[in-house]
């Protein structure tokens, strides 16, 4: 997978409020992209299985964040739901190779 570095200017009160967020022990990075995710999952913009990538968690893991943010997981396209099955069985695919 290739990635983009991304340069940004935040105001500091905000970069404060981001860098404060109890969400375990998660650097600053991870707390931009764990929200970045969020936010494109809920405005449809994204799948489930493509926000759980770009926050770096298992499928799992970030549809138990998207619970203790009370964020329903289950309000998405049917576009959305082919693109996690397809990134399912890639996992499935690459975990099962020997």
Known sequence: MEYTIVNMQIPQDIFYEINSLPIGN???N?????????GLFVSKDISLAKAAELSNNSLAEFIMILNE???????YSEVM???DLNFVRAFESENTRV
């Open 26 to 28: 998660k650097t600053l």
């Open 30 to 38: 991870e707390k931009l992209k764990l929200n970045l995710a969020i």
């Open 69 to 75: 943010f009370n964020v329903p997981v289950s309000d």
């Open 81 to 83: 739901l082919c693109d």
